[in-house]
């Protein structure tokens, strides 16, 4: 059975720093892409970063620079390393991977708040 756990969101301030982890579970040897995105209240969700499993990284223009993917394959996990935090950057943070022959699979979103 596949499953994304996050963790690591959570409050801070303006140029704060906060780290989210997603571990998956079950067939992790298929997960193809791996990453993030990001749903802010009254907004379409939106790709934060992403990683395939040939190392290739996009990120959104909104974070590069102050955002960091990166990715564990044995263990299945990724992790996005948040720096520079703006009040723009609060939303509900979702994992989302990919398997292949099994498709798409999303966490079940973490809240980071960024105070002004």
């Known amino acids: 059975q596949v499953q994304l756990v996050e963790s690591g969101g959570g409050l801070v301030q303006t140029g704060g720093s906060l780290r989210l982890s997603c571990a998956a579970s079950?067939?992790?040897?298929?997960?193809?892409?791996m990453g993030w995105y990001r749903q802010a209240p009254g907004k379409q969700r939106e790709l934060v970063a992403r990683?395939?499993?040939?190392?290739?990284?996009n990120y959104a223009d909104s974070v590069k620079g102050r955002f960091t993917l990166s990715r564990d394959n044995a263990k299945g996990t990724v992790y996005l390393q948040m720096n520079s935090l703006k009040p723009e950057d609060t939303a509900v943070y979702y994992c989302?991977?990919?398997?292949?022959?099994?498709?798409?699979?999303w966490g079940q979103g973490t809240q980071v708040t960024v105070s002004s």
């Open positions: 989302y991977a990919y398997f292949i022959f099994r498709g798409s699979y």
């Open positions: 079950g067939s992790i040897s298929s997960i193809n892409v």
């Open positions: 990683t395939t499993s040939n190392g290739s990284t």
